[in-house]
């Protein structure tokens, strides 16, 4: 049984930094695409970073140089470094996976999923 586990949310004060992982549990071969989204109270699921199996990333833009994506194959982790963080980045971060390349950040593309990460950031 495979699954996305994410881990390192929580709470923070503005002007602050958190790193979400996300194990991918089980997988018994490199995910070609694996991602992050969030999704604010009131507002639709959307992408925010991901990075391919060559270690190759993209943004949306609002987060280009705020966030850092990354992955490290020995332990199948995933990660995102969240830098500066102000009260509208609180949300559910949610760990995505497809078994495809990347391309962009359509919810349909991933077919994997993690239950989500909750980061509340305080003002």
């Known amino acids: 049984q495979v699954a996305l586990v994410e881990s390192g949310g929580g709470s923070v004060q503005a002007g602050g930094s958190l790193r979400l992982s996300c194990a991918a549990e089980?997988?018994?071969?490199?995910?070609?695409?694996m991602a992050w989204f969030r999704q604010s109270p009131g507002e639709e699921r959307e992408g925010v970073a991901s990075?391919?199996?060559?270690?190759?990333?993209a943004y949306k833009d609002p987060w280009k140089g705020q966030f850092t994506v990354s992955r490290d194959h020995t332990n199948n982790t995933l990660y995102l470094h969240l830098l500066t963080l102000n009260p509208g980045d609180s949300a559910v971060y949610y760990c995505?996976?497809?078994?495809?390349?990347?391309?962009?950040?359509?919810?349909?593309?991933?077919?994997?999923w993690g239950q989500g990460t909750q980061v509340t950031v305080a003002s």
């Open positions: 089980g997988f018994t071969y490199a995910l070609p695409c």
């Open positions: 990075v391919d199996t060559w270690g190759t990333t």
């Open positions: 995505a996976a497809a078994d495809r390349l990347c391309s962009g950040f359509s919810n349909d593309a991933f077919i994997y």
